[in-house]
C-alpha cells in the first residue's frame, strides 16, 4: 500500500521573514494607537456625562460676564455698578472652575496616559517603524487619488 504524500515544507526568505516580522508588529502598534484612541474617546465621553451640570453653570456664569460687558460698553451699567458685578461673577466663575475641575480629576488621570502614549505612538513609533519598512514619511500636498474618490464617496 502506498504512503499518503507529506506536505511540501515552504521554505520562505529570510528577507520576507523579516519583512512580515515588520508588518506585523507594524499591524500591532497601529492597532495599539488606535486603541488608545478610543479609550480617550470613551473616557472623554464618559467625563463630559458626568460634569455636564458643572461645566453648564460655568458657561451660563461666562455668558452672563459677557452680556455684562456689552451693557456696560453701551452705557446701560454705571461703572461701580459693573465692577462690582464682574468681582462677583469672577468668583463665581472660578469657584464653578474648581468643582468642574474636581469632578474631572479622576477622569483626566485615566485619559492623559491614554493621550500621551497615543501622542508617542503618533510622532515617535510610528514613523519610525514606517522607516524601518522602507517608507520614510515625506510632506503631502495634495490628496492621492484613492482618498479623493473615498471623500467623494462618502459626501454621497
Do not use: C, H
Request: proline residues 6%; charged residues 35%; positive net charge.
Amino acid at each position: 500500500m502506498a504512503k499518503p504524500p507529506t506536505p511540501a515544507q515552504v521554505v520562505i526568505p529570510k528577507e520576507l521573514q523579516k519583512e512580515i516580522t515588520l508588518l506585523r508588529g507594524f499591524r500591532d502598534l497601529v492597532g495599539e494607537r488606535w486603541g488608545y484612541f478610543l479609550g480617550r474617546q470613551m473616557k472623554q465621553a464618559e467625563l463630559n456625562d458626568k460634569t455636564k451640570t458643572e461645566r453648564k453653570k460655568v458657561t451660563e456664569i461666562s455668558k452672563g460676564i459677557r452680556d455684562n460687558f456689552d451693557s456696560f460698553i453701551e452705557g446701560e451699567t454705571p461703572a461701580k455698578e459693573f465692577i462690582d458685578s464682574y468681582v462677583k461673577a469672577q468668583k463665581q466663575l472660578k469657584d464653578a472652575r474648581d468643582v468642574v475641575s474636581k469632578k474631572a480629576k479622576p477622569f483626566r488621570e485615566k485619559i492623559n496616559p491614554l493621550r500621551k502614549a497615543q501622542k508617542y505612538l503618533d510622532v515617535v513609533a510610528i514613523p519610525a517603524s514606517l522607516k524601518e519598512l522602507g517608507t520614510p514619511i515625506s510632506p503631502r500636498f495634495s490628496l492621492s487619488k484613492w482618498v479623493s474618490k473615498a471623500m467623494q464617496a462618502e459626501k454621497k
